[in-house]
Structures are given as structure tokens and as C-alpha cells.
């Protein structure tokens, strides 16, 4: 699979850049991963590895979705059981094992929205 190129990164490295954004900015962010999401959902697809890192930035800002390996179709009320993502965005379902569904996407776009408007994650594990 091949996407279009994207001049201005991820947004990991941009976010780095400008040690965090206003809120206007995370807005601006959020409303794209937002409709990204719905996008999938509709399609029976959860996305299952939100983060900075596979958020690519175009040459006019905007963002695109990359990285496509941990993305399941889902039929119906199914749910997935794989242990997947990025510890730091896994939702409690995926880390307990208990099975997940697109609620686990929701969960990593809270801890997005909060690394956006604070240039960290809500937890550390390990501490």
C-alpha cells in the first residue's frame, strides 16, 4: 500500500517542534482524527494504534491517518482480542484482555487530545 507523500512529517516531530499547541491548534488536530475515525468506524474498521507517530502532516497541514497494521474489520457487535498498539494509548479493555471494539479508538484520541494541548501522556507506566 502506498499513500501520497507528506512534506511536513508526523505530528510526533511537530508537536516536539512547538513543545505544545494552543488549543486552537489541538482543536484544528482533533476535528481531522475525529472525522478519521468516524470514517473507519462507518467502514467496520477500528484503527486500534492512535498516536502522534501515525498522524502524517501534508503540505498544507492537514492531517492523514498512516500505518494501517494494527487496523481490524469488525462485523457487527464482534469484538478483537489481540493485544495491540502503544502502551501509552491502550485502552484498560486491550491491556486486561477482556476483548475491544471502537471504543478502544475513542480511548487513545483522549490520551492524543491530552499529549497535544500538554506534549505528554496522562500515564507513565512503570512509575
Same mark, same amino acid.
Given at each position: 500500500?502506498?499513500?501520497? !507523500? =507528506?512534506?511536513?512529517?508526523?505530528?510526533?516531530?511537530?508537536?516536539?517542534?512547538?513543545?505544545? !499547541?494552543?488549543?486552537?491548534?489541538?482543536?484544528?488536530?482533533?476535528?481531522?482524527?475525529?472525522?478519521?475515525?468516524?470514517?473507519?468506524?462507518?467502514?467496520?474498521?477500528?484503527?486500534?494504534?492512535?498516536?502522534?507517530?501515525?498522524?502524517?502532516?501534508?503540505?498544507?497541514?492537514?492531517?492523514?491517518?498512516?500505518?494501517?497494521?494494527?487496523?481490524?474489520?469488525?462485523?457487527?457487535?464482534?469484538?478483537?482480542?489481540?493485544? =495491540?498498539?502503544?502502551?501509552?494509548?491502550?485502552?484498560?479493555?486491550?491491556?486486561?484482555?477482556?476483548?475491544?471494539? !471502537?471504543?478502544?479508538?475513542?480511548?487513545?484520541?483522549?490520551?492524543?487530545?491530552?499529549?497535544?494541548?500538554?506534549?505528554?501522556?496522562?500515564?507513565?507506566?512503570?512509575?
Amino acid at each position: 500500500m502506498v499513500m501520497r !507523500f =507528506c512534506p511536513g512529517g508526523d505530528l510526533f516531530l511537530l508537536l516536539r517542534r512547538h513543545r505544545r !499547541f494552543d488549543e486552537g491548534v489541538v482543536k484544528f488536530y482533533a476535528a481531522q482524527v475525529l472525522l478519521g475515525l468516524e470514517y473507519l468506524h462507518s467502514s467496520s474498521v477500528v484503527y486500534r494504534d492512535l498516536k502522534p507517530e501515525n498522524l502524517m502532516v501534508t503540505e498544507t497541514g492537514y492531517i492523514r491517518i498512516s500505518d494501517m497494521g494494527f487496523a481490524r474489520l469488525l462485523k457487527g457487535y464482534q469484538r478483537a482480542w489481540t493485544f =495491540c498498539g502503544t502502551a501509552e494509548y491502550m485502552p484498560p479493555e486491550i491491556i486486561d484482555n477482556i476483548g475491544h471494539a !471502537f471504543p478502544a479508538d475513542w480511548w487513545s484520541f483522549g490520551i492524543l487530545l491530552y499529549e497535544l494541548a500538554t506534549q505528554r501522556t496522562p500515564m507513565v507506566w512503570g512509575s
